[in-house]
Structures are given as C-alpha cells and as structure tokens.
C-alpha cells in the first residue's frame, strides 16, 4: 500500500504561482508513475501533469503545458508540481495518484491508478 498526502494548496492571485507536493508513505515510489490530476466544481477530472514509472518522462496537459511542471524526488519519496502564470480557470481540487503498472499511453486515465491523495484545493482569485 502506498499512502501519498497533498500539500501545498492555498489560494493566488492571477499570474501567480504555486507548488504543490504530493508526499508518499508505506513504499517508495520508484517504479511506480505519478500524476496529478484536478477536478473544478461541476466538471470531470482533468489530467494535469504524470511522470513515468521510470522516472525519465513527463507528460502535460493541454491546458497546463509551459506553465506546469512535474518532477519527482526520490530521495524524499515526493512528487512536486510546480505551477506558474496560474489563472482562474486552474481553480480546482488538485490530486495526485500513483500506480506500478501504468504504462505510458494510459498516463492521463486516471482509471489507471491504484492509489490517491486526499486532495488539495487550488484557488486562483481573478
């Protein structure tokens, strides 16, 4: 079992920026893929930003690309998302998931994961 905790969470101002942590306990994450993914009020989840089992790939969402950035840290067991430029509509709740058998084409389906965070709330105030 992997038990992963979100923090970081808060509320900004438009343009400002953010980083969450997503803080792994119970197994190390090496070899598992990661990502993140948000839900706004009324809307699906949405596939934010993943990294590999491997460690060497990222992946983005549309909507996040050249402002988000994911990257893990093996030694502390976390994974951090790094968010700039935010605007209102990056207002959600933001998760992140891990599994050991995501393979890369199914990185954004979160259908795929097989452990969650609790969630951190993101406000971007306009």
């Known amino acids: 079992q992997v038990q992963l905790v979100e923090s970081g969470g808060g509320t900004v101002e438009t343009g400002g920026s953010m980083r969450l942590s997503c803080a792994a306990s119970?197994?190390?994450?090496?070899?598992?893929?990661v990502g993140w993914f948000r839900q706004a009020p009324g809307k699906d989840h949405e596939f934010v930003a993943a990294v590999g089992r491997t460690g060497s790939g990222t992946y983005y969402g549309d909507s996040v690309k050249g402002r988000f950035a994911i990257s893990r840290d093996n030694a502390k067991n976390t994974v951090e998302l790094q968010m700039h430029s935010l605007k209102p509509e990056d207002t959600a709740v933001y998760s992140c998931?891990?599994?050991?058998?995501?393979?890369?084409?199914?990185?954004?389906?979160?259908?795929?994961?097989?452990?969650w965070g609790q969630g951190t709330q993101v406000t971007v105030s306009s």
């Open positions: 998931a891990a599994g050991n058998r995501v393979i890369t084409s199914s990185l954004t389906n979160r259908r795929q994961y097989d452990f």
């Open positions: 119970g197994r190390s994450l090496r070899g598992y893929a």
